[in-house]
Nanobody
């Protein structure tokens, strides 16, 4: 069974940076969708960023474009989310997920039902 373990969350002031890591228990280089999603208190879980590991195609939610970067390290079976210029509204539990790419797309959309495996989450808190 595939396991995903997130780390790197914490508390930071607005304008600061954090890097989240997601370590997978199996290889990621063969071409899968890896994504980051988040859920703030009282809100629904939403997509943040995805990468199709086969050719590193990335996709971002509009709210994080230009601030967040998703990347992968195949040797470590790890996906990262570099978060810069953090805002209080970025405060949430961040989840890593693994899924499949729709055949008619060359990237992984932020569709939660496409992701079958989820980590336990790591908390990010941004204070103003």
């Amino acid at each position: 069974q595939v396991q995903l373990v997130e780390s790197g969350g914490g508390s930071v002031q607005a304008g600061g940076s954090l890097r989240l890591s997601c370590a997978a228990s199996i290889d990621i280089y063969s071409g899968v969708c890896m994504g980051w999603f988040r859920q703030a208190p009282g809100k629904e879980r939403e997509g943040v960023a995805t990468v199709y590991t086969g050719y590193r195609a990335t996709y971002y939610a509009d709210s994080v474009k230009g601030r967040f970067t998703i990347s992968q390290d195949n040797a470590k079976n790890t996906v990262y989310l570099q978060m810069n210029s953090l805002k209080p509204e970025d405060t949430a539990m961040y989840y890593c997920a693994r899924g499949s790419r729709p055949r008619d797309l060359l990237y992984c959309p932020l569709v939660q039902s496409d992701f079958a495996t989820w980590g336990q989450g790591t908390q990010v808190t941004v204070s103003s």
